[in-house]
């Protein structure tokens, strides 16, 4: 049986039994900010699991697409060095919710493995959880598995947790005998073939999870109201064993790419080490493609950066086949071919994969030749220093300039039988994260010792209430004086305490007898700190204040921050859903929104972009801001920003049916306050990240007035209409293009009479003309002009020009072609020689030079002093 048979007859025998076929969910979690990556079949069914959902079925299959990467999960390092890592797979399993339980699942997993797939029964083993004498009793009643491979084993192989707390329940996996042949330990002393027993002969197929617990939070059991069906079954494995091959790379779902690696290469693939980047590539592209066509890009944060690391593993194995240019984005269209009719969404995105890994491939291209020659060298001098442990400094090194993830460097080491310093690595890192947080710091010292504060009220503090209102009748709770500053927390506060990318309020804090200007407003922690100046008492404060935040720059940043939300719907809108906010900056005079995308964003679509929002600004839609639980937020399709930690109950603002995003905030409560919105940039920030800058509002109007400005200066001095300017430009630009060509003609007429009077005056030395003057040159390149002129007037001679541009002094020399051959003589040589004498250097080719200097008083010095060089260099 093929790949594209064995996946779609499990579907198909399930289907027969009243479930449905779920597709698969994207391998990018969007949704749940707490996981890098789709890994197992049932995360898309979790929330079932958990009562917070319900479905119209209660009988599920379906081939899930997983990524494991990181975290309990981590198969990079593996992959490549054995049969059966991999870092993406497919996970093929069915499910019950609340509907059959243990005897169903086991018919079923029993008659598909050996009816329909044909398995041999006396190689197959049933093991179960060493207290579920029901799970045993019905493989020995319902199936004919020989009695005695029915085995039981304790919570480690079978009892399987979602986590610390939650579902749970004991599992029965089914294994299969390959034959003593299949082991991998057989030069291990000592060593018995067994079921769990950790060698390749017993291999897991399925594992059937009978959901019947919860794990509460002191670790006690308790029954679920409705007892499940989990199973999962990796798709790479039973493909292998179905076609009767000994590794899933010798699979339909491997060979096809691993051909085309070898033709690409040149480099033909075997089984032994010396396959490993044939293997480690083959799998990493399906990483790659999945991930990108899913909305991941590579970056150096969360899941992007995981994607980089895995796609430069991969190019480093690139290297090891000799090859030196992008090969990896060439592998798509083959994986497509394997994969693509049972996943149309690769299909789709085919060229945008194939341009992000292309792009990426020759991003890491540009500095990982520089990178291994350094690791080289480096290995050379620890070689030298008797160690085999390479400093995390140098680790740090090649990480932060060469762009080399610490696993890729882990890897080289170990190919020479190094190790890394990784304590030391973590070290640096450590220091570079200070050095980013200290660069981002407020300029004011502040002390988050709260002890060391004066008080001046009892009670809690830092209670928001400016989503509602501008100005409240608060008590000042704490208070800290530094310098010119002070900083002070009050009981309830509207002022908004910077956060979310979003700037503090600013304002004024009035009080009995002191008014107090708020310059920022920062939060640390669960404090709201507002950073205040003014005459407040030393003593006997009354805590009794009235703080009023400054509506305008309230106003103006509210339109900046619901500009973001606009802003990224419509890049997803017009870019693709790959686009997600990767950073942002919301102040109340612009506004910036770093996203992920792999181009340059180009204009046409930066102006179909400003287009939408200002569409959605006219239509004066509402912008709603509601209180929810997280997973009810999901539900609803909410933008989450990767890596943040949500609490159960979330802000989402909504824009009509537009934008839904997680935020704590201020916006607009209609989109039309907005006024209008410009884009004023766009730009990278590293690879992988595009920044959008824009104005709203105010700044957006200034900005017309500004362009239109301009654009009346320019009718002036034209004395042109708007619709003639264009015309009028492009004549001026004729009239100057033709008066150019015209003053270079004469500049050259004027250049060629110059050098016929410096060759009828040319000294004569040994057989050759001599040219050393002294000329007026507006540059460089019309220096070296002058030099090519000279050369070829010359016939056969040395010529050598001087001229002071710009204050500086810059020498030109050029010798003839058979002064060259027959004298020996060298432009470079020569021209390093007379700048010398003027404080400077140079050189270049044998016919000719130039050289810069810094002292133009010693120009003719020099000059005078050329004929003496020349006879020393014809010695």
Sequence with gaps: MTSKEIRNSFIHFFEKYDHKFVKSSPVVPFDDPSLLFTNAGMNQFKNIFLGLEKRNYIRAANSQKCIRVS?????????????????????????????????????????????????????????????????????????????????????????????????????????????????????????????????????????LVFMQYNREQDGSLTDLVAKNIDTGMGFERITAVIQGVGSNYDTDLFVPLIQKIAELTGKEYNSSDEGTPHRVISDHIRSLTFAIADGALPSNEGRGYVLRRILRRAARFVRKLDMHEPVIYKLVPTLIDIMGDAFPEIKEKEQYVSMVIKAEEESFNNTV??????????????????????????????????????????????????????????????????????????????????DNWDVVSDGVDSKFVGYEKLESESHIRRIKREGDYIFLTLDVTPFYGEAGGQVGDKGVIFGNGFELNVINTIREGEKIIHIVQGDLPSQN??????????????????????????????????????????????????????????????????????????????????????????DTAREKGAMMIFGEKYDEVVRMITIDDFSKELCGGTHLTSTGQMGQFRITSESSVAAGIRRVEAVTGNEAFKLSLRERDILDSVREKLGANTEEIFERIDTILEEKKSLEKELNSYKTQRSKQEIEVLVQNAKQLDGFKLVSSKVDSPDVDFLKRHGDLLRDALKSGVGV????????????????????????????????????????????????????AKNPQQLESALNQVETIIKENLK
């Excluded at 442990?389 to 170990?414: Q, S």
């Excluded at 002094?809 to 007379?834: E, H, P, R, S, Y």
Aim: some cysteine.
């Design 541 to 630: 404060i009354n805590p009794v204040v009235r703080a009023v935040v400054d509506a305008d720059l309230r106003m103006s940043t509210a339109r900046n921050h619901t500009a973001t939300h606009l802003l990224q719907a419509a890049l997803r809108k017009v870019l693709g859903t790959h686009v997600h906010q990767s950073g942002s900056f919301v102040g109340p005079d612009r506004m910036r929104f770093d996203l992920t995308h792999f181009e340059r964003i180009p204009k046409e679509q930066l102006l179909e972009i400003e287009k939408i929002v200002n569409q959605k600004i006219m239509e004066d839609m509402t912008v709603d801001a509601d209180y929810l639980n997280l």
């Design 801 to 852: 020009l001087g001229a002071e541009i710009n204050g500086k002094v810059n020498f030109l020399c050029v010798v003839t072609d058979d002064l060259i051959k027959d004298k020996k003589l060298n432009a470079g040589n020569l021209v390093k020689q007379i700048a010398a004498i003027a404080g400077g250097s140079g050189g270049g080719r044998p016919h000719m030079a130039l050289a810069g």
């Design 71 to 207: 975290g309990k999960h981590n198969d990079l390092e593996e992959v490549g060095k054995d049969t059966y890592h991999h870092t993406f797979f497919e996970m093929l399993g069915n499910w019950s919710f609340g509907d059959y339980y243990k005897k169903e699942a086991i018919i079923w997993a029993w008659e598909l493995l050996t009816d329909v797939w044909k398995l041999p029964k006396p190689q197959m083993w049933a093991t179960v959880y060493k207290d579920d004498a029901e799970a045993e009793e019905l493989w020995k009643k319902y199936t004919d598995i020989n009695k005695d491979q029915v085995l039981r084993f304790d919570e480690k192989d079978n009892f399987w947790e979602m986590g610390d707390v939650g579902p749970c329940g004991p599992c029965s996996e089914i294994h299969i005998d390959l034959g003593e042949e299949s082991c991998d330990k057989k030069h291990i002393p000592g060593h018995e073939c067994e079921v769990n027993g950790g060698c390749a002969r017993y291999i897991e197929l399925w594992n």
């Design 369 to 450: 030749d520089r990178g291994i020659e350094l690791f080289e060298k480096l290995i050379v001098d620890l070689k030298k220093k008797n160690t085999t442990r390479i400093p995390g400094k140098e680790v740090f090194k090649l990480y932060d300039t060469y762009g080399f993830p610490i696993d890729l460097t882990r890897l080289m080491a170990e190919e020479n039988d190094f190790t890394i310093d990784e304590q030391g690595f973590e070290a640096e890192m450590e220091k570079q994260r200070e050095r980013a947080r200290q660069a981002g710091k407020w300029e004011y010292a502040i002390d988050f010792n709260y």
